[in-house]
């Protein structure tokens, strides 16, 4: 996953809920419905929110047709946050900087949705149209199809 920061301008406005990465394709076409669903936003998607920047990674799992949502505490602007997020087959768990966000949902949470659609870099994808741009920094992004170990996070190899 990334490693993010947000500019002093930003504003919760004009700039929350754009979503640093996200995955194309609508909860609805993917079948999802359920409590605390929208089926026009994205199967996946880590997003800042606009109450109070924090990092927020919002998805459907596999096991469920409801989402899954992640939250962690504000971040400062003007600093690099490292953010990953892990999904070992039974949970779903953000990390800031290696450490365990509070707000970890303690529930099944197996695999993530997909119809087969490619990963949005810097966007946000509402009812099939990009809505909003992330207003930031991105860098340090990787995708993988296991979970790491905390001592794999940010590792050049």
């Known amino acids: 996953m990334p490693a993010a920061s947000v500019p002093l301008d930003w504003d919760g406005g004009r700039n ?3 979503s640093i990465l996200s995955r194309r394709g609508s909860a609805g076409a993917a079948g999802k419905h359920g409590k605390n669903t929208d089926p026009n936003e994205p199967v996946a998607q880590l997003a800042i929110t606009n109450n109070g920047r924090e990092a927020q990674f919002n998805h459907y799992p596999l096991n469920d047709t409801f989402p899954t949502t992640n939250w962690s505490h504000g971040m400062p602007e003007l600093r690099w946050w490292h953010l990953a997020v892990v999904n070992d087959g ?5 990390y800031i900087d290696g450490a365990p966000v ?3 949902p303690n529930r099944a949470s197996v695999g993530l949705t997909t119809l087969g659609l490619p990963w ?3 966007g946000h994808e509402y009812a099939g149209a990009i809505d909003v741009v992330f207003h930031g920094n991105v860098g340090d992004t990787r ?3 296991r979970a790491l170990a905390h001592s794999e ?3 050049a190899k």
Do not use: E, P, Q, S
């Not at 039974?90 to 953000?94: P, V």
């Open 120 to 122: 949005l870099m810097g």
């Open 90 to 94: 039974r949970y779903t768990k953000l």
């Open 102 to 104: 509070v707000d970890n």
């Open 16 to 18: 929350g809920n754009a």
């Open 153 to 155: 996070f940010l590792t």
């Open 143 to 145: 995708i993988v199809n």
